[in-house]
């Protein structure tokens, strides 16, 4: 497991082992020491409370101000850019099983295409008060003991608050939105971030999506601001810096985990986007 320098207020492994974890402990103060990437393991969604923060999600810019939520999946690595000294969030942390779950009775809805794609949500003033007795009652139910139907009480709690609020929350998220397969950036990034260990070619993502090399790099150029290639690099290196930092992995068995030929491949190819080697980047803070 990932172990990152972050003093949560109860043992990482138990809140891993948990299908739902539920805390209001989330501030400033908790994420001042954390200067590192951190990966998520599990499905976890903020609710920002007070403040506002800047950071990186797999590696696409957020500015966050409250009140918002920011949903973050498995395997979605976060870089903190800045936190406001009154940053006060709420957070839930879901097991793959409950996720699994509620999507199963909410993936028909129009509007969830695009929350699936949207990892932060602005929300109204006025929203705060439901959410805010919705993380209340949720919390009551992760605290309840010996209650045979805890797991279903709380899948459908989430269903219902979904149905019920979501849906009104977000009405500018019409059919079409939704359905749209998106520009050709959020595309090649998308299979970017599923296929970067294996696939640093970019004439393999021009041939997933049908289009030339050069009219992919063009394009993906002028949306986001980096070329095509640029965005492999970045997901690859992000990767490694996490891997370095977070695990007891040796330099070998990151450059085989990443598909490098060597480790000297790696070494060369890390230092060449960081300016200084594996090694010393793992021995290294703040770069």
Known sequence: MLQYDIDFPENVE????QDLWVSDQFSAQLLASVKDPIKFTSYTSVYVKKGECRC????????????????????????????????????MVMSKRMVDSIFTFINSASIFSY????????????????????YEDIGKLVKTEGSVYAYQSMIFSFVAFFYRYVCKM?????????????????QFISLVQKN???????????????????????TVKSQTGFTAVEWIERYVILEAKVMLKSSNMTIQQIA????????????????????????????????
């Open 14 to 17: 138990y809140i891993l082992s």
């Open 56 to 91: 990186e999600l797999d590696l696409i810019k957020y500015d966050i101000k409250a009140p918002c939520i920011m949903c973050i999946k498995g395997n979605q690595i976060l870089q903190k850019e800045y936190v406001s000294p009154d940053f006060e969030a709420s957070f």
């Open 115 to 134: 929350l699936s794609r949207t990892p932060m949500l602005q929300l109204k003033q006025e929203d705060t008060a439901v959410l805010n007795l919705f």
């Open 196 to 218: 970067f260990k294996e696939e640093r070619f970019l004439d393999f993502y021009a041939n997933e999506l049908s289009i030339t090399p050069k009219h992919l790099s063009r």
């Open 256 to 287: 085989d985990e990443l598909n490098f030929p060597s480790q000297s491949f790696f070494g060369k190819y890390f230092k060449k986007n960081i300016g200084v080697s594996p090694k010393e980047y793992r021995n290294t803070r703040n770069i």
């Open 170 to 186: 977000f009405p500018y998220a019409s059919l079409g939105d939704c359905s749209s397969k998106g520009r050709i950036s959020d």
